[in-house]
C-alpha cells in the first residue's frame, strides 16, 4: 500500500507550519501535508502577544537565558534540550525577520527586545504586543510559497493510524462535506497545541482541546509532566483574555484592594521606580498566580461578578507608551472589558494559559512510537520543566517545529509503507463515525459533561492541589468518562457538523484530563506550577524526574517516572528579587563545570 | 440586571432546506454578552444543531464574522445589549456561498491570497549569520497598518465590487499585495503587480471605502487599492512615454 504522503502534519499553527517549511526546504521531493481542523492562520499562535526570548543583546549570553529557564523550571527542565533551544532560538527568530516577520525596531533598524518575567535580561523579540499573530500569518503566507506543501484546511484528525506499533497516518474527518479519509503517511508530527479548555476559565480559544495528547495517548504513547498547568497571573474576568506579560515588563504594577503592590509579601523582591529583571511584577508566573491565591485568603483582592480580582495598573506608563508598545491591551480592554488602561485599572486573575507537560519527545521531536512525531505546546521535550517562562514557547515551536521536521523528514526515507492492517483500522474507525456519533442514542448533553468537567479540574487541579480533592477529582473524572459513552448528538448532518467535532473533542479533553489529575495525584511535592498543600516542599529525592501518563489496555491511566538530564546546573533554590551579588554566585554556577560538549 | 432577547438565526441545511430559513430563539442578555456568546448558549443549551465557526474570541483569529442585523461583524466584538431590546438577527456573510447555517465558504479568498505572493521576494538573500535586514521605526510604519489584517472576510462582505464580480482579487489580498510591497526588505512588486492587473475588477473600485468601514482590526483596503492604481496607472503611462530601457 502507497502512503498518500511521506510527512502528515497534524495541526497548522506555529509548530506546523515551521516544520512544513522546513521539510519542503530540506527535502523538496517529499510529499507533506499540512491536516487542521481550522485553516491555518486561525490556530491559536494567533493569539501570543508579548513576544519570543532570543539572545540577541550585546550584554547577554547563551549560558544565563539557559539558567534562566532551567531556574524557573525549577530544575525540572532536561538542561541537553533547554541548551539545544536557546542556542538555536536566535536564528529561527532571525529566519522569520528575513521572512519578514514585522519585528518591533530599535531606531537604527535593529530588533528591538524587551524585559520579560522571570528573565535576568532584556531578550524578547516582539511585534509590539500582537507577536504571534505576526508570527503565524508571517509562517503561513511564507508556506504558500512552497508547492509541496498539501493542505487540508478544515479536516479534524480523529485517530492515528498504528500498525504493529509503527505510525502510519491519521484518520480525518472533512468538516465541510463528512467525508472521511485514511491519509497514510511514512511519518506523523502533532503539532496540535494545548489542552486549556479542560478547565472553565483559560486565555486558550475554542480550539484548544489536547486533540494531539489525547491522539497519542490513545495510541499508545506517554503524557510527560501534565500536572504542570500554568496559570497566566493576568487574565481579563468572565472573559479570561490574555493581558500580556508585556504590561508588567513595560512598568505595570499588580495592586491588590489596599492599592499596594502585594508581590513584595512573597519572595519577589522590593518596589523599585522602574521595573526590575526578576523582581517582583517581572517574577515568574507560577509564583505571581500563587501569590494572587495567598492575597485572597488574607482577604485583600476585590469580589466582582466573575470571581475574585486585582487591578493591573498602566496608568503611569502614559498613552503614548501604551499606544505604542500595548496597543492590543488597551484594544481588548477598551472592547471587552470597557475600561481604559491609560485612566483606568485593569481587574485581572489568574487564568489557565498553558501546558507544560505534553506527548513525550526527545530533543528532536520523536516520540516513542516509531513515525510519531510531536513539536509546540502538544509536545513535551521537556524544556519548560514544571514552569515555562513568558516568552519562550513561541521560539520553542519554531526551534522544535524545525527539529521535528527535519526528523520526520528523515525517518520517512527509509521507513516502510502502510500495511493492509492500517485499511482495516481505518474501517471500523469511519463505522465509529458514521454509525455510533450520527446515530447515537444518548442522552447526555455534551455541554453538561463539559462544565462538569471544566469545574472538577477546577477544584481538584487548580492552582493549589491537595491528595484528597485530587482523589475526587479522578473519581469525578471517571464518572464522567462514563457518561460521555452517551452523549446526545442532534445533529445527523454530514454537512459541516460541529456537534460532532464537540462530541470528538469532549472524549479527548476527558483523556487528558484525566492524565492531569492522575499526574498530579502521583506527585506528592511541591514544584513550579504543582502545588501541594499536603506536600508544601521541593522533593529532589523522589521527584527530580519527568512523570510519564501512559494508558492501560483496560483505559486506565498509569504513571511512572523518568529521571531529569542535569548537565552544568546542579539543583538549587530558585530565588527571584534577590541582591545582585548573589545573583552572579547563580549565573557563574553553570559556567564552572566544563559543558558536555567540552568533555 | 439581566434582560431576555431575541436572536433570529440563519439556518441552512442543504440536506434539509433549499434556502435559508430563519429560527428564533429567547436568550438572556447579560452586559457582557457578545453575539457569540448568545450562540454558544444557543448550542449547548437549545439547539445543539447550529454550526458557525469561532475559536480565539478576542478578535484575532478571524473566524467569526458574520452579518448582525445586516452588517458584516465579527460576532465576539459585538455585544448583544447594544442591540437591546431586540430582535438581533444574525446571518452568514454576504457575498459568499453558505455551506451551512451561519458557515461560509472561503475558499475563492484562500486561492486568491495566494495568488498575490504574499511572501517576501528578494534577489538574492543574506546568510543568517549576517544577521536581520535594518528596517527602521518609520519604514515598519510604512506598511504596518496593512500587515495587521485578520483574514476575518468582513471586507469581502461588504465589498460591492466583490458581489458583483466575484474575479475582483479583492480588498485583503489587495491590501496584503501592498503589505509587501511597501516592506522595505522586499523586492517583489513588480511581479505583483502583473497579477494584480490581470483583472478588470481593480479598476471597478469606485472608492466606496466600504471595506474599510468594516475593518475591525482598522487595515484601509480602500487607500491600499487607490495607491496600487494610482501606480499601475503611472507603469501604464510610462509604457507609453519612456523608450523601452528607460522602464
Known amino acids: ?599 | 440586571m439581566s434582560e431576555r432577547i431575541t436572536l433570529q438565526v440563519a439556518r441552512y441545511r442543504p440536506e434539509k432546506e433549499s434556502e435559508i430559513q430563519f429560527e428564533s430563539y429567547e436568550l438572556p442578555c447579560p452586559k457582557e454578552w457578545v453575539v457569540l456568546d448568545g450562540l454558544n448558549h444557543i448550542k449547548d443549551r437549545i439547539d445543539g444543531t447550529l454550526s458557525y465557526r469561532w475559536s480565539c474570541r478576542m478578535g484575532i483569529c478571524g473566524s467569526c464574522g458574520m452579518l448582525v442585523n445586516g452588517e458584516p461583524k465579527l460576532t465576539c466584538a459585538t455585544f448583544l445589549a447594544d442591540y437591546a431590546p431586540g430582535p438581533v438577527r444574525v446571518e452568514p456573510l454576504r457575498n459568499f456561498p453558505v455551506i451551512r447555517d451561519l458557515v461560509v465558504e472561503i475558499g475563492d479568498f484562500m486561492g486568491k491570497l495566494a495568488r498575490v505572493k504574499p511572501w517576501i521576494v528578494r534577489d538574492s538573500e543574506k546568510p543568517l549569520s549576517e544577521g536581520e535586514y535594518r528596517q527602521t521605526p518609520e519604514e515598519l510604519d510604512n506598511y504596518k497598518q496593512f500587515s495587521m489584517c485578520i483574514n476575518c472576510m468582513l471586507c469581502y462582505s461588504a465589498c460591492p465590487i466583490y458581489g458583483l464580480d466575484p474575479h475582483f482579487i479583492g480588498p485583503a489580498a489587495i491590501a496584503l499585495a501592498q503589505r509587501y510591497n511597501l516592506d522595505s526588505r522586499d523586492q517583489g512588486a513588480a511581479e505583483r503587480m502583473q497579477i494584480l492587473s490581470e483583472h478588470d475588477g481593480i479598476w471597478g473600485c469606485t472608492f466606496v471605502g466600504e471595506c474599510t468601514k468594516v475593518c475591525p482590526k482598522h487595515v484601509d483596503p480602500a487607500g491600499a487599492i487607490q495607491r496600487y492604481k494610482l501606480q499601475a496607472a503611472m507603469e501604464w503611462v510610462k509604457a507609453f512615454v519612456l523608450p523601452r530601457a528607460a522602464q
Not at chain 1, 191 to 206: H, I, L, M, S, Y
Not at chain 1, 313 to 340: A, M, S, W
Not at chain 1, 346 to 351: A, G, S
Open chain 1, 1 to 599: 500500500m502507497t502512503p498518500s504522503f511521506d510527512v502528515v502534519l497534524v495541526g497548522g499553527g506555529g509548530a506546523g507550519l515551521r516544520a512544513a517549511i522546513a521539510i519542503a526546504e530540506a527535502a523538496p521531493r517529499l510529499r507533506v501535508a499540512v491536516v487542521s481542523k481550522v485553516y491555518p492562520m486561525r490556530s491559536h499562535t494567533v493569539s501570543a502577544e508579548g513576544g519570543a526570548a532570543g539572545v540577541i543583546a550585546s550584554d547577554d549570553s547563551i549560558d544565563e537565558h539557559c539558567y534562566d529557564s532551567i531556574s524557573g523550571s525549577d530544575w525540572l527542565g532536561d538542561q541537553d534540550a533547554i541548551e539545544a533551544f536557546v542556542k538555536e532560538a536566535p536564528q529561527e527568530l532571525l529566519r522569520l525577520e528575513h521572512w519578514g516577520c514585522p519585528w518591533s525596531r530599535e531606531a537604527d533598524g535593529r530588533i528591538a527586545v524587551r524585559p520579560f518575567g522571570g528573565m535576568k535580561k532584556m531578550r524578547t523579540w516582539f511585534a509590539a504586543d500582537k507577536t504571534g499573530f505576526h508570527m503565524l500569518h508571517t509562517l503561513f503566507q511564507t508556506s504558500l510559497k512552497y508547492s509541496t506543501v498539501v493542505r487540508y484546511d478544515e479536516w479534524f484528525v480523529t485517530k492515528l493510524l498504528v500498525d504493529d506499533g509503527v505510525v502510519q497516518g491519521v484518520v480525518a474527518l472533512e468538516l465541510a462535506t463528512g467525508k472521511i479519509e485514511a491519509i497514510t503517511a511514512r511519518a506523523v508530527i502533532l503539532c496540535t497545541g494545548g489542552c486549556g479548555k479542560v478547565f472553565p476559565f483559560t486565555t486558550n480559544a475554542a480550539i484548544k482541546t489536547g486533540d494531539g495528547m489525547a491522539l497519542a495517548y490513545r495510541a499508545g504513547a506517554p503524557l510527560k509532566d501534565m500536572e504542570f498547568v500554568q496559570y497566566h497571573p493576568t487574565g481579563l474576568p468572565f472573559t479570561g483574555i490574555l493581558i500580556t506579560e508585556a504590561a508588567r515588563a513595560e512598568g505595570g504594577h499588580l495592586l491588590n484592594k489596599d492599592g499596594y503592590r502585594y508581590l513584595q509579601d512573597y519572595a519577589l523582591g522590593k518596589p523599585q521606580p522602574k521595573p526590575v529583571l526578576r523582581t517582583m511584577e517581572l517574577g515568574p508566573r507560577d509564583r505571581l498566580s500563587q501569590a494572587f491565591m495567598k492575597e485572597v485568603e488574607k482577604g485583600r483582592t476585590i469580589a466582582t461578578p466573575y470571581g475574585q480580582v486585582v487591578h493591573l495598573d498602566l496608568r503611569h506608563l502614559g498613552e503614548k507608551l501604551i499606544n505604542t508598545k500595548l496597543p492590543f491591551v488597551r484594544e481588548l480592554c477598551t472592547k471587552y472589558q470597557n475600561v481604559d488602561p491609560v485612566k483606568e485599572l485593569i481587574p485581572v486573575r489568574p487564568v489557565v494559559h498553558y501546558m507544560m507537560g505534553g506527548v513525550h519527545t526527545d530533543i528532536n521531536g520523536a516520540t516513542p512510537l516509531p513515525g510519531l512525531y510531536a513539536a509546540g505546546e502538544v509536545a513535551c521535550v521537556s524544556i519548560n520543566g514544571a514552569n515555562r517562562l513568558g516568552s519562550n514557547s513561541l521560539p520553542e515551536l519554531l526551534v522544535f517545529g524545525a527539529r521535528a521536521g527535519h526528523a520526520a523528514a528523515e525517518y520517512s526515507l527509509t521507513a516502510k509503507d502502510p500495511g493492509a492492517a492500517v485499511l482495516a483500522q481505518f474501517k471500523d474507525e469511519a463505522r465509529r463515525l458514521e454509525h455510533d456519533l450520527l446515530q447515537s442514542n444518548g442522552r447526555e448533553r455534551i455541554a453538561d459533561i463539559r462544565q462538569g468537567m471544566q469545574r472538577t479540574m477546577e477544584e481538584s487541579a487548580g492552582i493549589y492541589r491537595s491528595g484528597a480533592e485530587l482523589k475526587r477529582g479522578a473519581g469525578a473524572l471517571r464518572d464522567l468518562q462514563e457518561r460521555a459513552r452517551h452523549l446526545l448528538i442532534e445533529d445527523q448532518s454530514r454537512t459541516f457538523n460541529t456537534e460532532r467535532v464537540s462530541a470528538l473533542e469532549l472524549t479527548f479533553m476527558l483523556d487528558v484530563a484525566e492524565t492531569i489529575v492522575n499526574s498530579a495525584l502521583r506527585r506528592e511535592e511541591s514544584r513550579g506550577a504543582h502545588q501541594r498543600v499536603d506536600f508544601p516542599a521541593r522533593d529532589d529525592q523522589r521527584y527530580l524526574a519527568h512523570s510519564l501518563a501512559e494508558r492501560q489496555p483496560d483505559g486506565s491511566c498509569r504513571v511512572g517516572y523518568l529521571p531529569v538530564t542535569i548537565t552544568r546546573w546542579p539543583p538549587a533554590e530558585r530565588v527571584y528579587g534577590e541582591a545582585p551579588a548573589n545573583e552572579r554566585a547563580h549565573y557563574a554556577a553553570g559556567r564552572a563545570v566544563p559543558s558536555r560538549e567540552g568533555v
